[in-house]
C-alpha cells in the first residue's frame, strides 16, 4: 500500500510468483544488516508496471526474473513492487512465472559454482554432492550442458531413483544412504585412479565426533574424503563456512595443487563493482 514514487533507476512490478527462500540472518549479522523485521521472499518473476525515466532495460508489460538486494526494504510477496533496474533481468517466454523464480537462486549458486570458482568444461569431472536436492539437479544439468562426466551422491533411495532417471543420465550415482560405501573409493574407482576435478560438497564433516545431531549430517563425507578423491588440479567448491584445515590437509592440497573455493552466492550483490557479471548469470 501507498507505494513511494518511482526513482529514476525504479522498475514498478507486479509480482506473480515469489519464491520464500531461508534468510540467512546470521551472514545479515555479520554484514550489519540485522533489522528487528526482515523482508521475505526476495525471488520474484512478474509484469512491468511502470518504469522510472532513468531506465533503460526495460518497457512496461516486459516480463522479468531477479532476486531482490540483501538491504531490501520490500518483501517479495506484496502485489507490487519497487526494485532497481540492476537486479532483473527478463523472463524467456517458455519458463512459467513458478519456475522462474523458483529457480533462479539455485541456478545462480550453481552458474557461480562451475563457471567462477571452479571453469567447468569438456571432458572433467564433476561430483555433485546430495544431487537430489534443488541445488544439486541444477549443478548436474550445468555441468552437463558444458560436457563434463557428472557423479553424483544420494542419501536416500528415493534420491538415489531420481538421479538414476535424470537424462542425460549421471555417470555413477553413489548410494551414501548407508553410510558403508565409501564415496572416495567409488570417485576413484570411476575416474581410473585419477581423481575428481570438481567437487561440490552439500557440507562436510569436520570432526569424527560422534554426537552428530541429525542423521543426515551424520552422512556426510569427511573433509578428508573430499581431499582424497581431488585429482591433481582440482577445485573443491564448500558451502561449508566454518571449513577447518589442518596443517596434513593443506598439504595434501599443496601435493595436488588443488584450489578450496567457498560458495556464497550473496557476493554478488555485496560488490556492485561486479554488477555486469551478475547480471549476466541471471
Same mark, same amino acid.
Given at each position: 500500500?501507498?507505494?513511494?514514487?518511482?526513482?529514476d533507476?525504479?522498475?514498478?512490478i507486479?509480482?506473480?510468483?515469489?519464491?520464500?527462500?531461508?534468510?540467512?540472518?546470521? %551472514?545479515?549479522?555479520?554484514?550489519? $544488516? *540485522?533489522?528487528?523485521?526482515? @523482508?521475505?521472499? &526476495?525471488? +520474484?518473476?512478474?509484469?512491468?508496471?511502470?518504469?522510472?525515466?532513468?531506465?533503460?532495460?526495460f518497457?512496461?508489460?516486459?516480463?522479468?526474473?531477479?532476486?531482490?538486494?540483501?538491504?531490501?526494504?520490500?518483501?517479495?510477496?506484496?502485489?507490487?513492487?519497487?526494485?532497481?533496474?540492476?537486479?532483473?533481468?527478463?523472463?524467456?517466454?517458455?519458463?512459467?512465472?513458478?519456475?522462474?523464480?523458483?529457480?533462479?537462486?539455485?541456478?545462480?549458486?550453481?552458474?557461480?559454482?562451475?563457471?567462477?570458482?571452479?571453469?567447468?568444461?569438456?571432458?572433467?569431472?564433476?561430483?555433485?554432492?546430495?544431487?537430489?536436492?534443488?541445488?544439486?539437479?541444477?549443478?548436474?544439468?550445468?555441468?552437463q550442458?558444458?560436457?563434463?562426466?557428472?557423479?553424483?551422491?544420494?542419501?536416500? %533411495?528415493?534420491?538415489?531413483?531420481? $538421479? *538414476?532417471?535424470?537424462?542425460? @543420465?549421471?555417470? &555413477?550415482? +553413489?548410494?551414501?544412504?548407508?553410510?558403508?560405501?565409501?564415496?572416495?573409493?567409488?570417485?576413484?574407482?570411476?575416474?581410473?585412479?585419477?581423481?575428481?576435478?570438481?567437487?561440490?560438497?552439500?557440507?562436510?564433516k569436520l570432526?569424527?565426533?560422534?554426537?552428530?545431531?541429525?542423521?543426515?549430517?551424520?552422512?556426510?563425507?569427511?573433509?578428508?574424503d573430499?581431499?582424497?578423491?581431488?585429482?591433481?588440479?582440482?577445485?573443491?567448491?564448500?558451502?561449508?563456512?566454518?571449513?577447518?584445515?589442518?596443517?596434513?590437509?593443506?598439504?595434501?592440497?599443496?601435493?595436488?595443487?588443488?584450489?578450496?573455493?567457498?560458495?556464497?552466492?550473496?557476493?554478488?550483490?555485496?560488490?556492485?563493482?561486479?554488477?555486469?557479471?551478475?547480471?549476466?548469470?541471471?
Amino acid at each position: 500500500e501507498n507505494l513511494p514514487p518511482t526513482r529514476d533507476n525504479d522498475v514498478k512490478i507486479q509480482v506473480r510468483a515469489c519464491a520464500l527462500s531461508w534468510i540467512d540472518t546470521k %551472514l545479515l549479522s555479520e554484514i550489519k $544488516l *540485522e533489522k528487528e523485521l526482515l @523482508p521475505i521472499g &526476495r525471488e +520474484i518473476s512478474g509484469v512491468v508496471l511502470e518504469v522510472g525515466r532513468k531506465v533503460t532495460f526495460f518497457q512496461p508489460d516486459d516480463e522479468v526474473v531477479g532476486i531482490l538486494p540483501l538491504d531490501s526494504e520490500e518483501s517479495g510477496v506484496c502485489e507490487v513492487i519497487l526494485v532497481h533496474e540492476h537486479y532483473l533481468v527478463g523472463k524467456p517466454e517458455k519458463v512459467c512465472w513458478v519456475e522462474a523464480a523458483g529457480t533462479i537462486r539455485d541456478g545462480v549458486r550453481a552458474y557461480t559454482a562451475l563457471h567462477y570458482l571452479s571453469q567447468v568444461s569438456p571432458g572433467k569431472t564433476v561430483l555433485v554432492m546430495d544431487g537430489a536436492s534443488p541445488f544439486g539437479t541444477i549443478a548436474i544439468q550445468l555441468a552437463q550442458h558444458r560436457g563434463a562426466k557428472v557423479i553424483s551422491t544420494a542419501y536416500s %533411495l528415493e534420491d538415489k531413483q531420481y $538421479l *538414476e532417471r535424470l537424462r542425460p @543420465p549421471v555417470a &555413477r550415482v +553413489i548410494d551414501a544412504s548407508s553410510g558403508k560405501l565409501d564415496v572416495a573409493e567409488s570417485c576413484l574407482e570411476e575416474t581410473g585412479g585419477l581423481g575428481v576435478d570438481i567437487v561440490l560438497d552439500a557440507g562436510v564433516k569436520l570432526y569424527s565426533a560422534e554426537d552428530e545431531s541429525t542423521s543426515k549430517s551424520q552422512l556426510l563425507p569427511h573433509k578428508h574424503d573430499i581431499i582424497t578423491l581431488l585429482g591433481v588440479g582440482g577445485h573443491w567448491i564448500t558451502s561449508e563456512r566454518n571449513l577447518q584445515l589442518d596443517p596434513p590437509d593443506s598439504h595434501s592440497l599443496f601435493l595436488k595443487g588443488a584450489t578450496v573455493s567457498f560458495l556464497n552466492d550473496e557476493i554478488w550483490n555485496l560488490s556492485n563493482i561486479q554488477q555486469g557479471k551478475y547480471l549476466y548469470i541471471l
